[in-house]
Nanobody, 118 residues
Framework: QAQLPQSGGGLVQTGGSLTLSCVASRLITSVLSSAEMNWYRQAPGNQRELVAS???????NYLESVKGRFIMSRDIAKKKVYLTMNDLKPEDTAVYYCNIRGSSGDYWGQGTQVTVSS
């Protein structure tokens, strides 16, 4: 059972936008504030790759191919993590996973399919 329920995937045309979110309702805010938060993706036949990270709320890092198009953010009060994806390309098609690594453990979402049609 996924520990971080995700939402927001779907089918979009090239150039479109989607926002993914996951909720960490079972984690306390003090753990979330200092946690490493990640979005991964896995396309068919490929290894899972790290798309974006927020580490302790201080720095945000992106996969080179999504820089300038994807924005990762968090709302600690709502216990939510977001990935806003703009100017989507067919090569962004994958299952996207939310991940939070904190002092209380390593948590994953169930995965959300994003399909970009050409």
């Amino acid at each position: 059972q996924a520990q971080l329920p995700q939402s927001g995937g779907g089918l979009v045309q090239t150039g479109g936008s989607l926002t993914l979110s996951c909720v960490a309702s079972r984690l306390i805010t003090s753990v979330l504030s200092s946690a490493e938060m990640n979005w991964y993706r896995q396309a068919p036949g490929n290894q899972r790759e790290l798309v974006a990270s927020i580490i302790g709320g201080v720095s945000t890092n992106y996969l080179e191919s999504v820089k300038g198009r994807f924005i990762m953010s968090r709302d600690i009060a709502k216990k939510k993590v977001y990935l806003t994806m703009n100017d989507l390309k067919p090569e962004d098609t994958a299952v996207y996973y939310c991940n939070i690594r904190g002092s209380s453990g390593d948590y994953w979402g169930q995965g959300t399919q994003v399909t970009v049609s050409s």
